[in-house]
């Protein structure tokens, strides 16, 4: 089980630290992601764990403004998210794999049920 905390409504240029709980399964051995998704657009990217080592991949969109991070010790991802933009307002969901691709929601297996960010302008 994966559950998601940490969203909430800040103006632009602000920051929220997203928060993601793993339970029932073995942290460690899953590849982690954040993805987003705004209202009447699809499931979009966001960042992710490679499966080997702690390489990560970003959206060209939020590279250089948010950051992923895992403590396996608390079985918790992390997405810190800075200079914020009002479109990224979005439900941001995390995800877990246990195949080396990552950049598609059918790569992954378990999902949390999202925490909304509201970026106002």
């Known amino acids: 089980q994966l559950v998601e905390s940490g969203g909430g409504l800040v103006q632009a240029g602000g920051s929220l630290r997203l928060s993601c709980a793993a339970s029932g399964r073995t942290f460690s051995n899953y590849a982690m992601g954040w993805f987003r998704q705004a209202p009447g657009k699809e499931r979009e990217f966001v960042v992710a764990?490679?499966?080997?080592?702690?390489?990560?991949a970003y959206a060209d969109s939020v590279k250089g403004r948010f950051t992923i991070s895992r403590d396996n010790a608390k079985n918790t991802l992390y997405l810190q998210m800075n200079s914020l933009k009002p479109e990224d307002t979005a439900v941001y969901y995390c995800a877990a794999r246990v195949r080396g691709g990552y950049l598609l929601p059918d790569d992954y297996d378990y999902w949390g049920q999202g925490t909304q960010v509201t970026v106002s302008s």
């Open positions: 764990f490679m499966m080997s080592g702690g390489s990560t």
